[in-house]
């Protein structure tokens, strides 16, 4: 439609576009002519909509005309309503294959004798508690690009530190939660070896974790604790001895061709604006399934920002179980924000309506369309391995480090994570791919965003388009390609296991 | 007593003394015999106590004889119960003076415009959420000590990073603590400088903060948000020039003679072993005592290791406004915890029992003796100014880290810390002293521990010979001596705000 296209249309079932930039009364739109004066972000009816109709955008519907709705009005909160009802989940009603490939995708990974394929080679540094953050950070501070210069392919040694691990009860949802991101990082594929540190007397354990896994030390694997080590320095000493002989073993590891089916995705969103459902998001669900179609795992996070459409999601599911298990998370979560005198009440914000999002269905389906069209293989506890080649769902909260933290312990090897406002993030072991939801903010943030997903709105490229570009991106960057947050060193500083109870 | 002694008293008027070994039966203690075997921490009665009288310890009621037990005799849960009582709480019935000293001390300190008086000279990167954490660490990171060297009144360029600041609600208690943490930072006197690095569309708002707490732009206080920067490196270049503008101004500052009525003691315990009760604790407790005899500040906290003692705070309390507010408090945490779904029984633990701890007040008597003797004057919220001279109590959890965050936050500028377990604890901008319970971990962990309470055990030193020690390494260390975490470049990835809230 070229650059100079006003509006956007998501699905062709669609009664509604969205302006791209201010209309003026009686811009051609499709068919129609505007009747008002629209807002950039807001939507306009390309049809008549009889009062008590349902109103469709994402192929969805988001809510009941509260009037008739001429074509070419100006759809919002005046004439859109949400209509609240009893949600009577159905399961698996909705299941559409994924397109099918023209070929079998391969990229160059690392084939770990688990049988697990890295995109990386890190050695870690693990702490089970704050008190042995220090500790973590001098040991991998100690290997600088000199040192580690014999080991050409060891991309670096990380510790990953943490404000929790102590202080805290000894069993319930968030003593589990912190041993799955434990366990699953000890045994993340992009970790070649791994040193976990911890003080000794913390609640969790070390022990604990071996224990409740059958991890066992061995030449990529090592523990110890500040206590029995007799110090900070001793302990930093004794880290930097383990970690020197892992080296020669770690950078062993050669990339070789593995099939696209090995990548597990996170998919990502943080700082949104009135863009991210209808550019970076549908863009990333597309390359989702892509990649599902290769047999490969999309990983969609974040319960609170897909409230209110998980009946959406339900409808995916390719099991009742499936289906069954993640309504009980979304019971989980009213009881959790209950208990902690908050809410989950997602109603668009004053900010969020100004931007020309009517309704919470509208809102969640925007954060959803991340997950592409497949069938839902899976729902996950937060960190919880990700044992279901598809779609998948893994509970977490909606704030990026603590949700990417899960997303990675539960597996996922590559990130792909989509901003509006802007964001810096970066992640280790798993890589992370920013996609901006704007030409404009590709451009502000040039050093930090590695994909535009904006020239949707202009009409240069089509959600296709991008999605597939996002999909090749994903199998650059997991042979090795460094995306802009490595680039810039990020990754250090954000594992943030999510801390659920209370901090004694 | 020599080095051979065998037992330990506590106060005079206590029923019980501790054995500091395994005590024969037989064993001489005062005036009595042992009439069985004593395990090393557990108790022997000096006298006859009949059924239903009370025994005393820390010169405190500790529990009641539930059969006689005659003198000589083990006391333990065969013969020691803890009698549930409603507590009638009762308010400034235990008003002790502090003592008087001999002479005025005083230390070198730096004087601030504001009037408050700093122990070190920092420049601080201070951030809102974890999406600027990378930023602020790799500005500090800038700061080597070649740059820093036409600087050599500054103490370096710190960042403090954390785990939280967005995915939260923004009212509700874990939100106000958070930003009473950001502002106590902001004004803490051991910072001649502050950079405030934010995302932008965090929660966690800077420009709320400044907003709330009246902060304004200067050329020793200055504001970034990565959004509006665009994007991390133009972040991290324009927090390294804010940096250096600052750097020459903080380098101006000099030490001065400053009365020890200017110092604010937090006073921390971690990883607590059987001795700590009976050694650092109190010798802590007879500094704090000195301290505040100088018109100094104590700052106990760790809400839930004092829960069950709480009425003798109680008695302790200034004015009945003081006391009421610490019950509030400890029933607040019993409302935090409960809908956590976990529970405040701090029963002492099978460890605990073993260690020779009876009842749930022992335990807690152990942790309370480390703020002395003196009137509680305020208590505080998490992170709040202490505002009081004397002995003052800030509600926070147990867990290390967190606590002292609080402490720092509520204006300490010198830690001491007691451990028996052993722990690497520092923190930054106020320097830590470490405490060691026993001599076999003051020799152990050598290079963290500063002070060695363990003497106190052989009968080598008194609680108050070592608690002046305490005292006069606090004034030592305030003047510029560096702690033994210091050496070792502590301090850099300890500081936890206290997250309350769900995280969203
Ligand atoms: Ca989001
Ligand atoms: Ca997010
Ligand atoms: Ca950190
Ligand atoms: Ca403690
Ligand atoms: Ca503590």
Redesign the pocket.
């Given at each position: 439609m070229g650059v100079d296209r006003v509006f956007v249309r998501l699905d062709a079932s669609d009664d509604v576009v969205t302006a791209t930039r201010p209309l003026e009364a009686g811009t051609t739109i499709e068919d129609v002519a505007t009747l008002s004066l629209v807002p950039r972000g807001h939507k306009i009816a390309t049809r008549t909509i009889k009062t008590g109709e349902p109103v469709k955008k994402y192929a969805q519907i988001i809510g009941y005309a509260s009037e008739t709705i001429p074509a070419g009005a100006h759809v919002h909160d005046h004439n859109l309503a949400f209509r609240a009802t009893d949600v009577e989940y159905t399961f698996g009603t909705n299941l559409r294959p994924a397109p099918a490939p023209t070929a079998a995708d391969t990229f160059m990974g690392y084939r770990r004798d688990s049988g697990r394929i890295g995109t990386r080679n890190y050695i870690g540094l693990l702490t089970s508690v704050n008190c042995s953050?220090t500790a973590a950070?001098k040991i991998a501070a100690h290997f600088t690009p000199e040192r580690l210069a014999a080991y050409p392919n060891v991309d670096g040694v990380v510790?990953f530190?943490?404000?929790t691990g102590c202080g805290m009860a000894g069993s319930g949802d968030g003593f589990a939660a912190l041993q799955r991101v434990m366990w699953g990082y000890a045994r993340h594929p992009n970790l070649a070896g791994v040193v976990m540190v911890g003080l000794g007397c913390e609640m969790n354990q070390i022990d604990w974790l071996l224990e409740a896994y059958g991890l066992k030390q061995g030449p990529l694997f090592a523990t110890m604790n500040i206590q029995d080590v007799a110090g900070l320095k001793r302990t930093v000493d004794a880290g930097i001895a383990k970690v020197e002989a892992m080296l020669p073993i770690a950078n062993e590891a050669r990339r070789e061709p593995c099939p696209a089916s090995a990548l597990t995705v996170a998919l990502q969103c943080g700082g949104s604006d009135a863009w991210s459902g209808i550019t970076a998001n549908p863009a990333l669900g597309y390359a989702c399934d892509l990649l599902v179609g290769q047999g490969g795992t999309g990983v969609l996070a974040e319960t609170p920002e897909i409230y209110g459409a998980e009946h959406l999601l339900a409808e995916r599911a390719a099991t009742p179980q499936v289906g069954k298990k993640l309504i009980e998370r979304i019971r989980w979560w009213e009881d959790y924000v209950a208990r902690n005198k908050g809410s989950m009440d997602n109603n668009p914000s004053p900010g969020n309506k100004r931007g020309g999002l009517t309704t919470i269905l509208e809102k969640s389906l925007g954060a959803a369309a991340k997950g592409g069209t497949t069938p839902l293989t899976g729902v996950y506890e937060y960190g919880d391995e990700v044992r279901t080649p598809g779609f998948a769902f893994m509970d977490s909260p909606g704030y990026d480090p603590a949700s990417v933290t899960g997303q990675i312990a539960s597996g996922c090897n590559v990130v792909v994570f989509t901003t509006g406002r802007g964001s810096a993030f970066g992640s280790k072991p798993a890589p992370t791919i920013k996609v901006a939801t704007t030409s404009e903010l590709a451009t502000k943030m040039n050093e930090d965003m590695d994909v535009d997903a904006g020239p949707i709105l202009s009409g240069d490229k089509t959600v296709e388009e991008v999605g597939r570009h996002i999909y090749e991106r994903i199998l650059a960057v997991a042979s090795g390609e460094a995306t802009k947050s490595e680039a810039q060193g990020l990754g250090?500083?954000e594992?943030v296991p999510w801390q659920i109870g209370a901090v004694m």
């Open positions: 953050a950070h510790a530190a943490h404000g250090d500083h594992f």
